[in-house]
């Protein structure tokens, strides 16, 4: 089983920052991830993605956060971060992270998890 945890979500004004990061962790050991990421759902929305980042550190945005948003990642604390600036009040969203091909230790010896969703922390911007 992957886990992950994002944390530094919360009510902010617009043009103001906010800094989102995710830590994955397993049964065992974590190996290696292919690709972190955000995504942001909307109410009545769907599921959008904002940023994704490669183990190698090549990364892929979202029009709308391009120039704002900076994603980034520490491959030794298997975390990753979103730094959010200039934020919008249509910014507001549950944002996701979202890991695929975890390589991790089990019990059962190497396993992976692929597609793997944290349970999402709120960004409110407004005044």
């Known amino acids: 089983q992957v886990q992950l945890v994002e944390s530094g979500g919360g009510l902010v004004q617009p043009g103001g920052s906010l800094r989102l990061s995710c830590a994955a962790s397993?049964?065992?050991?974590?190996?290696?991830?292919?690709?972190m990421g955000w995504y942001r759902q909307a109410p009545g929305k769907q599921r959008e993605l904002v940023a994704t980042i490669t183990k190698s550190g090549a990364t892929n945005y979202a029009d709308f956060v391009k120039g704002r948003f900076t994603i980034s990642r520490d491959n030794i604390k298997r975390t990753v971060y979103l730094q959010m600036n200039i934020l919008k009040p249509e910014d507001t969203a549950v944002y996701y992270c979202n890991a695929d091909e975890v390589s991790y230790l089990s019990s059962d010896g190497r396993q992976y998890g692929y597609d793997c969703w944290g349970q999402g922390t709120q960004v409110t911007v407004s005044s």
């Open positions: 397993a049964s065992g050991s974590i190996f290696s991830i292919n690709t």
